[in-house]
């Protein structure tokens, strides 16, 4: 349940408004639960290596594919170019969700809280 709302970027704490008020940007703060999304710079690097995961992820389901069944080459084009320009924007659309998932994670653990509650470092 956690999970299926942090990934459209819900606030983990209460799952009613959206953490997000650009595509990247968090809020400072959630407005219904007081949840903090703005925290320690650390917290950020987890949401980065998440979202080059998913653009990893999608490389090596692309080049599997490509691997058994070459709807690449089929095209008339490289693979590996093909392949590489093509994870650049999943990696870039992959972010957001990876963001929302990752401050779920924070929040489970205890590392994202309301202000006023004393604050863990994320990890
Ligand atoms: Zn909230």
Known sequence: MLAL???????????????????????????ICGVRYEGSDGAWLGAIALGYAIGALFVVALGMAELVWGPIR??????????????????????????GLWFALLYLGGFVVPDGIAEGDPP
């Open 5 to 31: 709302g942090a990934v459209p970027g819900r606030c983990p704490g209460c799952l009613r408004v959206s953490m997000f008020r650009g595509f990247y940007e968090l809020h400072e703060t959630c407005r």
């Open 74 to 99: 089929a095209l008339g084009l490289d693979p590996l170019w093909t392949i590489a320009i093509a994870s650049l924007p999943v990696t870039a659309l992959g972010y957001r969700p990876a963001k």
